[in-house]
């Protein structure tokens, strides 16, 4: 998988028009330059070489030094990297908040307005490209609550007060105890994580409406009726439970779409996270960035799946045998 | 299977009056072709203690009136006419309260025991929510006692009560849902068709289980099934329905040694055992419940069809022996009716066929 995926993102990038000397410094120099300048980084190499000497090195988690600005991968991950998680975090929280509750409503009050009602919505969030959601909210929330941040992860003088201690914001923040830090920085965090979590809802809607009418069809439900359960009993504890167990295991596998989500929507809210490092070193033709942080970001999904098996075997314990 | 002996003991409290009664009941289902008649006026009367089996074949209504009894319905579907419970009124109560009478007072057992568990809940689950929504301030002892006291009888061990569903196996699981069903003593129960996803031996198991349900819990039953070798072994009565509609009703034996109905015959002829030597069927197939036949729902595949069950329905009829049962051929052997030599005369074939094809 892992495997598959680095050997995609090594070729699609040196199939694509351009290099890492050129962007930075073509038109400046002439030709013997140029050419000196990629001899210098190895970028006249046979392509194989490259890409063997490439996978060594990932094999030892040495994602290189970037070429246009020569930092270290690994410290873009770190110093980028927290910004992202708690954008995604948040983004997975308001993802549920919205679509578990939303789906459950829908499936059980299956075709009639309400449910249509919710499907639409599930599809516009789901459909709508992020920066024109971000702007929006952006433009509603901005005549509603005039100060509120709408860019950023936090205003200066939070950056400037917390004490980096841990790489991400947040936590550094609440460490040193600044309450007005934390505030700040939670008020920053708001639209940026709804504008990602309504894409994700989309997909949970929907996702938790089938299930939900799947499982109200279930035998055990019906068991469960004629036993006298209450109706809303027999919803949560039996329909919806088991409604569950799939909505676990495909929203684990959004994961991706959530990385790819937030790419777009650091770029919307101009966030300092690795989504806008990704956009401005595919730029550059940074070859060594981009490896990187698309190997990292694969390591992620892969991680998150295997989160997500040991969650499946907590919540079903058919699994566990 | 050791041969159940049904004289050993017959309900006595017959002066308590029928634990449950339907009069003219009627089930039907909405759709685009118009209401399905699935259940069409249906009556009889259950003894506490008791137990009626119900036959015919799949599609006749049978799983309907069971549903039907316990309100256990689709949308879309209605129920008319009368159905008491205990002396009340079941048709007249608001939705709420048939709820809670389910469970409680009225039970069900279904045909798929794998699937009838939450596969995420224990079982111990099961009963806690199960009692506890019955009784708000039953306690965690009292649970625990009554659930281990309903797995017993059931010979489930009480070191299983913490287990999840799939951990047992196919007739355990249906033991599980009787013990479910009868943790809460209720007076009333359906079966529909209990074994028919079990082997012969669980199948014998789970009857030996249902028969010894009045003795152990004085609960009355209907047990639905489409094996008449069930029926003789643990029903006091028989009803067989056939198109919605209760045809022939009695006394398990009676029914069975002298069937008054041309269908309750020819279901008895189709019946598989070792001293069976060629295969008797019933030609055609069961009508359709939106526009059933005129007269006599049967007539169509009725060997003894004659003109007046063509165009007038037959009369319910007591036919002695505690039997009753609905036909006009058997009216006018047992000289109940008199008809004239035009109703009396055999039906034409053309006539069966072209009704067939209705």
């Known amino acids: 998988m892992m495997w598959v995926l680095l050997t995609i993102v090594f070729f699609l990038l040196r199939v694509a028009p351009g290099d890492p000397v050129s962007a930075a410094v073509g038109g400046k120099l002439n030709e013997q330059a140029l050419d000196a300048r990629r001899a210098a980084l190895g970028l006249d190499r046979p392509m194989i070489v490259q890409y063997l000497e490439y996978l060594g090195n990932v094999v030892h988690l040495d994602f290189g030094k970037t070429i246009s600005d020569n930092r270290p991968v690994l410290d873009i991950i770190k110093d980028q990297g927290g910004a992202t998680l708690t954008l995604t975090l948040g983004a997975f929280v308001f993802a549920l908040v919205i679509g578990l509750p939303l789906g459950r409503l829908a499936g059980r009050y299956r075709d009639t307005p309400l449910d249509a009602g919710i499907r639409i919505f599930g599809v516009v969030s789901y459909a709508a490209p992020i920066f024109w959601v971000g702007i929006m909210l952006v433009l509603l929330v901005v005549k509603v609550f005039p100060g509120w941040p709408t860019n950023d992860i936090g205003s200066v003088v939070t950056k400037f007060t917390v004490q980096p201690k841990t790489h991400v914001l947040l936590l550094d923040a609440m460490l040193s105890g600044n309450q007005d830090a934390v505030l700040d920085i939670l008020k920053h965090h708001v639209l940026p994580c709804l504008t990602l979590g309504l894409l994700l809802s989309g997909v949970i809607i929907r996702l938790v409406r089938v299930n939900v009418i799947q499982a109200m069809k279930g035998d055990y439900v019906e068991a469960a009726r004629a036993r006298g359960i209450p109706e809303g009993r027999v919803i949560r504890k039996h329909a919806f439970r088991n409604a569950l167990v799939p909505v676990i295991t495909v929203i684990g596998l959004q994961i991706a779409l959530t990385l790819s989500g937030a790419v777009l929507t650091e770029r919307t809210f101009n966030w300092p996270g690795l989504g806008t490092e990704l956009v401005q070193y595919v730029t550059a033709r940074d070859y060594i960035a981009v490896q990187g942080l698309v190997t990292f970001f694969a390591i992620i999904v892969v991680i998150v799946s295997v989160l997500v098996d040991i969650l499946n075997a907590l919540v079903d314990p058919r699994v566990r045998y | ?358």
């Not at chain 2, 009941?25 to 003894?47: C, E, H, I, N, Q």
């Not at chain 2, 039953?221 to 067989?240: K, S, Y």
């Not at chain 2, 020819?266 to 001293?275: F, G, Q």
Request: aromatic share 4%.
């Open chain 2, 1 to 358: 299977m050791t041969p159940i002996d049904l004289q050993e003991e017959q309900p006595t409290d017959v002066d308590r009056g029928p634990v449950l009664e339907a009069r003219d009941l009627r089930v039907w289902y909405g759709t685009d072709r118009g209401p399905v008649r699935a259940v069409d006026g249906v009556s009889f009367a259950l003894r506490r203690g008791e137990i009626l089996g119900l036959v015919g074949e799949s599609g006749c209504g049978k799983s309907t009136l069971g549903r039907g009894l316990l309100g256990l319905l689709p949308d879309g579907a209605a129920r008319d006419g009368e159905l008491r419970f205990d002396g009340r009124d079941m048709l007249a109560l608001k939705p709420r309260e048939q709820h809670a009478m389910r469970g409680r007072d009225l039970g069900m057992i279904f045909q798929e025991p794998l699937t009838r568990l939450n596969p995420l809940m224990r079982i111990s689950e099961h009963f806690s929510e199960t009692l506890k929504t019955h009784d708000k301030t039953i306690s965690r002892a009292e649970i625990e006692r009554r659930s281990l006291e309903a797995l017993r009888t059931m010979g489930i061990p009480p070191t299983r009560f913490r287990a999840y569903p799939h951990e047992f196996s196919g007739g355990m699981r249906q033991r599980l849902m009787i013990a479910l069903t009868l943790v809460l003593r209720p007076a009333f129960v359906v079966a529909d068709e209990p074994t028919t996803a079990l082997d012969v031996l669980v199948e014998a198991q789970i009857i030996r289980i249902l028969h010894d349900l009045r003795r152990d819990y004085d609960t009355s039953l209907l047990l639905i099934t489409h094996n008449l070798g069930i029926i003789a072994e643990a029903c006091d009565r028989v009803a067989v329905m056939y198109a919605g509609e209760i045809v022939e009703i009695g006394e398990a034996r009676e029914v069975f040694t002298r069937p008054r109905h041309p269908y309750t015959r020819e279901l008895l002829r189709s019946t598989i055992s070792l001293r069976t030597t060629g295969l008797n069927y019933i030609d055609g197939a069961p009508p359709d419940l939106v526009e059933p036949p005129a007269g006599c729902r049967f007539h169509p595949r009725c060997p003894d069809a004659m003109n007046i069950c063509a165009s007038r329905h037959p009369v319910d009829r007591d036919h002695g022996a505690g039997t009753r049962a609905a036909c006009w051929a058997t009216d006018l052997v047992q000289g109940l009716v008199t008809l004239d030599d035009h109703e009396a005369a055999p039906l034409p074939r053309e006539e069966i066929s072209v009704a067939d094809e209705a």
